[in-house]
């Protein structure tokens, strides 16, 4: 009776002790995935959103340096007024 008491002991303490490791290996697991989580988005960060940022912000650049012949042409002085005969334009024809 007692060997018997004795073997169904054993045998809960390895059960235990094997679902006490497949929970540490199942947060392992999940760290381990939220790690990789993290490195992807560092990733994209790195590789997609700041470079498509940069060219956002160079293609604005480029996009006031072309208009600013245009607009400095444009602007009137209060004192300015046309010449005799027509419209005054700029020398590139805007």
């Given at each position: 009776?007692?060997?018997a008491e004795l073997g169904r002991e054993?045998?809960?303490?390895?059960k235990n002790a094997?679902?006490?490791?497949q929970?540490?290996?199942?947060k392992a697991e999940k760290v381990l995935e939220m790690?990789?989580?993290e490195h992807e988005e560092q990733r994209l960060r790195a590789d997609?959103?700041?470079?498509a940022k940069a060219e956002k912000l160079a293609?604005?650049?480029r996009a006031e340096a072309e208009a600013a012949p245009i607009l400095e042409c444009v602007r009137i002085p209060?004192?300015?007024t046309p010449p005799p005969g027509g419209i005054a334009m700029c020398q590139d024809g805007y």
């Amino acid at each position: 009776m007692r060997q018997a008491e004795l073997g169904r002991e054993g045998e809960t303490a390895e059960k235990n002790a094997r679902v006490k490791a497949q929970e540490a290996e199942v947060k392992a697991e999940k760290v381990l995935e939220m790690k990789r989580v993290e490195h992807e988005e560092q990733r994209l960060r790195a590789d997609v959103i700041e470079p498509a940022k940069a060219e956002k912000l160079a293609a604005f650049a480029r996009a006031e340096a072309e208009a600013a012949p245009i607009l400095e042409c444009v602007r009137i002085p209060m004192e300015w007024t046309p010449p005799p005969g027509g419209i005054a334009m700029c020398q590139d024809g805007y």
